[in-house]
């Protein structure tokens, strides 16, 4: 939403952001002189060095530079990371570490140019799970992942005396906010959300704002109910900046769901003919090679996961992040890549495709074939989530 649409009595970012540290946990020097070497799922490697209290040397490719961080303790062994980059002023990075298990996730935040992505949040956000150190040995405890488990659940979020905000989780793509106390009293609006499980009584939450060009991203510890983040967003004055938040946590009440009453409704009718005719179009287009047709059930917030072991493991939210990720990928580094699908399976709202990859690696020059499974969550059409399983071993032996 430009300023044009903004409410008249609407606050900017640094109006609201003033002071709403107050209950944040305090910062730790616990990393400085510890090196991480940091892989994930989508293939980045990130070797981070921390040199002092707030600044950490970084490397990633061909890419290097020093910047200002700052570390967190949100639970034993864990912390949170957060980074901004002099050179790229319109991101930042965070980093959830468990050194104990090694498991991580990193959330990469970018400011859209205005009119970048017309009826999408201005502030974008790119989530990856991944593991501290030698990828090759098995991380300990569950992997970071997507969740439900938040929904219906309305909590109370005190930042300081004079910031307290309401939470109603409503969905795993939206959530809904009103201001009880501070300068944004009497206003509240449903945003987009991300929740992921990092650990047992352990999420980590993302929200971009429509209205507000600004995205958060807030570490959840249940066991001492505190939530400690930060905000990326446009000032007033039009300067992109990265702000600390912390706050203490309240539960109020939770709404339980009748699943199995939801699920009829929405397979009754035409839905649930409308969800199988839409990823029968998808490998439809798979035939013909048509990207655009394939990415037609795919919205911005679609999580697609490619299995833990395949060249291109992680999981991609939205056409940009799956089609950098993914395609363009596949495309790269195989010839005839194709997948001849066998079955496709009606359950409703879950649509699961059989069949066969194959094609020819390009450095290699040896041939593939594996069987695939590709499980759909869809709603009305288009899909929540996609999830890949297939014979990892086989694929990834004609790379090498």
């Keep these: 939403m430009t300023d044009q649409n903004r409410p008249a009595d609407w606050k900017h970012f640094d109006d609201f952001a003033a002071g709403i540290a107050t209950n944040r946990l305090a910062t730790t020097d616990a990393l400085r002189g510890q090196t991480f070497k940091v ?102 405890g569950i992997a970071p992942a997507p969740t439900r488990d938040l929904i219906g659940l309305t909590a109370h979020y005190t930042y300081s005396p004079n910031h307290v905000y309401e939470h109603i989780y409503l969905s795993s793509e939206r959530y809904a906010w009103q201001n009880l106390v501070g300068i944004q009293r009497g206003h509240g609006d449903v945003d987009l959300a991300t929740t992921w499980k990092f650990a047992e009584n352990q999420y980590v939450f993302g929200f971009r704002e429509f209205i507000i060009p600004v995205a958060s991203l807030f570490f959840y510890n249940w066991d001492v109910m505190r939530s400690t983040g930060k905000f990326l967003g446009v000032t007033s004055q039009g300067k992109i900046e990265n702000k600390p938040a912390g706050a203490r946590i309240e539960k109020k009440s939770r709404t339980a769901y009748d699943k199995t009453r939801r699920r009829s409704d929405r397979v009754g009718g035409n839905a649930m003919n409308k969800n199988y005719e839409a990823i029968k179009a998808h490998y439809a287009g798979s035939d013909a090679k048509d990207l655009a047709a394939m990415m037609a059930p795919v919205t911005s917030r679609t999580a697609w996961t490619e299995m833990a072991g395949f060249p291109y493991a992680g999981t991609y939210v939205g056409p940009d992040a799956i089609i950098e990720g993914v395609f363009k990928r596949i495309g790269e580094e195989w010839d005839g890549y194709a997948l001849k699908l066998e079955k496709l399976v009606d359950g409703g709202t879950t649509i699961v495709g059989i069949g066969t990859y194959s094609g020819v690696h390009k450095k290699t020059g040896k041939p593939m074939s594996a069987r695939v499974v590709h499980v759909w969550e869809m709603e009305d059409g288009k899909a929540l989530s996609f999830e890949q399983f297939t014979d990892t071993s086989l694929v990834a032996a004609a790379t090498v």
């Design 39 to 140: 892989t994930l799922d989508t293939g980045r490697t990130i070797d981070l060095a921390f040199t002092s209290l707030d600044t950490v040397a970084w490397s990633e490719g061909s890419e290097a530079g020093a910047d200002w961080y700052e570390a967190l303790e949100v639970a034993s062994n864990v912390f949170f990371i957060n980074m901004i980059f002099s050179a790229r002023p319109t991101e930042d990075e965070a980093f959830i570490v468990n050194t104990s298990t090694r498991r991580v996730l990193s959330v990469r935040e970018r400011v859209r140019e205005a009119g970048e992505a017309p009826g999408e949040p201005r502030v974008a956000q790119t989530w990856s799970a991944g593991v501290l150190g030698d990828p090759s040995v098995a991380p300990g």
